[in-house]
């Protein structure tokens, strides 16, 4: 079994693959400093948010203000990974030995 660090990167991978899906504009911050003015610009015409990446993960994300689904993509994003150090916080303390059985459980309450 792979360690609970190694879990959750699938668990950001899959957050990040998502919000790709969700916009096609990507820009490496290599790039930004070069483009940030074409990039402001471009929310004008187009809502869609611009994603910021680094070595091919997304560091941040440029949004209109006017673009409500944007918003709610940022929220979601945060949510989810905030839900993924929250396990990952718990998983700390998991002790497998501590697991009760199925059958002892429903014998216990009658089940």
């Not at 990167?9 to 998502?18: E, K």
């Not at 610009?41 to 910021?52: T, V, Y």
Request: net charge negative; aromatic share 8%; no cysteine.
């Amino acid at each position: 079994m792979g360690s609970w660090d190694t879990k959750f990167d699938g668990v950001r991978n899959y957050i990040q693959r998502r919000v790709r899906k969700l916009s096609e504009r990507t820009v490496d911050t290599g790039e930004l400093s070069g483009r940030i003015a074409e990039l402001v610009n471009s929310l004008k015409d187009d809502e869609d948010p611009i994603f910021l990446t680094s070595n091919g993960k997304i560091v941040g994300i440029i949004i209109s203000p006017s673009d409500d689904a944007g918003y709610s993509i940022l929220a979601e994003s945060v949510e989810n990974m905030l839900i993924a150090k929250e396990i990952q916080e718990r998983a700390k303390n998991y002790d497998p030995e501590r697991n009760v059985d199925w059958e002892d459980v429903k014998e216990n309450y009658g089940l």
